[in-house]
């Protein structure tokens, strides 16, 4: 398990050609940017990266930088457990040249506060087999409730600590402080050699916070590791040059590990300083990360944007939390909008105080029923779900399944429409397990009986009615409910 703050980062590259006509300052040209879960998100990442099954336990804001960041955890195959977190999502922005940084901006405001955690966070403290602090300064780490929790858990805790955070929970294994931290969180008066003065800063640490051990790590010169001994630890590293950005994140991820895996301490930061060294060494976070999936843009879709995307989803979800309301959350493909859909829609509606649509996109779609799928492209579709009374908003998405917009949106209530559950067995819907990280539930309406997209668009294409009979004919009295014909949509392809 990760427990910390996670923030968006995006690496702005591009070319720097010319000053700026009205102020001596550089202009840069973007050429590319990417987007990647920083701080305790990349922490996990780096986890999940060496085959770990990872749980990030993080706050995560209502807004469009939030969704971005559910989207890339779960594209790395990291668990979110997200944490209500007021305020905007913090965002970190390097603009970059030719590998170099020009400008850091950062942005999202003052520090939010992190709701409280879940049941299921709880529990899941308590079995984890280690458990990594990642601490951004950012309020996680000092939640009540999680350090009572870390305080309890029999796993290795490991703490990388934040001068704007709080003290490590007394009893963790191993604290991970980088050198002017360490220095700072121990307040070292200056004087003596670099390694006396990280020896003087991780022993008092060490007893302050009973920790087990502290290692401080001292960039390209490897770590001092301080124990109950006198004598410290030094690991040196391995000549390396490069982007040092998430070295640290690198080093605890890597000793968190080792831990779980049963080494000793020693062990855990010898293997953490190869690994860091190592990550600098080919590339940094440049090269260490799997592309991320691309940024699906539903503001693109024009009438009735104002309820479509991330951004709209996330001012309706926080105004109707911050009312004490129920947040309900459906979703679909929704191609060829029938009257079996409507009564889904509406049923849900009537189940809460908003209602949040998670549509597939168009690659979605495509992905699932097939390349001749989608039948309308998603700028109409999300149109046509906007414009109905009962939904608040729509939120477009392309992985295969809805998981990283829940891990997001976190609603109250999951909504399927269908016949789970009315056959011999009992049947989980494959969301549940997602909705208990935050104590929510999932609920089945029941389908309209005779609609089916599937149905209507092969109807039309055989220029009949979606139930076999002459399109624009009325079913003979007597026939089923079910055989009466639908409405045709003329010419689909």
């Not at 890339?72 to 457990?81: N, P």
């Not at 929704?334 to 949040?356: K, P």
């Not at 990283?404 to 209530?413: E, N």
Request: proline letters at 7%; a neutral charge; one cysteine or more.
């Amino acid at each position: 398990m990760v427990l910390g703050d996670t923030l968006l980062d995006r690496d702005v590259e591009g070319l720097v050609n010319r000053l700026c006509p009205d102020s001596p300052v550089p202009v840069l040209d973007e050429t590319t940017s990417v987007d990647r879960p920083g701080g305790a998100g990349l922490a996990a990442v780096f986890a999940a990266a060496q085959g770990a099954e990872v749980a990030l336990v993080t706050a995560v804001a209502d807004d469009a930088g939030g969704a971005r960041l559910g989207t890339l955890l779960a594209a790395a195959g990291v668990q979110l457990y997200a944490l209500p977190l007021a305020g905007a999502t913090p965002e970190k922005i390097r603009l970059r040249v030719r590998g170099r940084v020009l400008l850091r901006h950062d942005r999202g405001g003052a520090t939010g506060v992190p709701g409280e955690p879940s049941e299921a966070v709880l529990r899941l403290l308590a079995t984890a087999s280690a458990v990594l602090v990642s601490d951004y300064g950012r309020g996680v780490a000092g939640q009540s409730a999680l350090r009572a929790a870390l305080a309890a858990t029999r796993a290795p805790v490991v703490w990388d600590p934040h001068p704007r955070g709080p003290a490590a929970v007394p009893g963790v294994h191993l604290a991970t402080p980088n050198e002017p931290e360490a220095r700072e969180l121990a307040k070292t008066p200056p004087g003596g050699s670099r390694l006396a003065t990280a020896s003087r800063s991780a022993q008092a640490l060490r007893r302050r916070w009973q920790a087990g051990a502290v290692a401080v790590t001292l960039g390209g010169d490897g770590a001092l590791l301080c124990h109950a001994g006198s004598t410290p630890l030094v690991v040196p590293a391995p000549a390396a040059e490069g982007d040092t950005c998430g070295a640290g994140d690198r080093f605890a991820a890597a000793a968190t590990l080792a831990l779980a895996r049963g080494a000793l301490v020693s062990e855990a930061v010898q293997a953490a300083v190869t690994e860091a060294s190592a990550y600098v060494a080919g590339g940094g976070v440049a090269t260490a990360l799997p592309a991320p999936p691309r940024t699906v843009a539903p503001a693109a879709v024009t009438g009735g944007g104002e309820r479509i995307g991330a951004g709209a989803a996330g001012e309706v979800v926080a105004r109707v939390r911050a009312a004490g309301g129920t947040v309900v959350a459906t979703g679909g493909c929704f191609d060829l909008l029938h009257a079996g859909h409507v009564a889904t829609l509406q049923a849900a509606r009537q189940l809460g105080d908003c209602l949040i649509v998670c549509l597939n996109s168009d690659v979605g779609v495509a992905g699932l029923k097939g390349p001749e799928r989608p039948v309308v492209p998603q700028g109409d579709r999300s149109r046509l779900l906007a414009a109905l009374g009962c939904v608040d908003a729509v939120l477009v998405f392309d992985e295969p399944t809805p998981h990283a917009a829940l891990s997001w949106l976190r609603p109250d209530i999951w909504v399927k429409g269908g016949d789970y559950g009315s056959g011999g067995g009992a049947q989980t819907l494959p969301e549940s397990e997602i909705l208990a990280r935050w104590g929510g539930h999932t609920v089945v309406v029941p389908y309209l009986d005779g609609r089916s997209t599937t149905d209507m668009i092969a109807a039309a294409r055989a220029g009949r009615g979606s139930a076999g009979w002459p399109a624009g004919t009325v079913a003979p009295t007597g026939t089923a409910p079910e055989t009466v014909v639908r409405s045709t949509a003329k010419g689909a392809r």
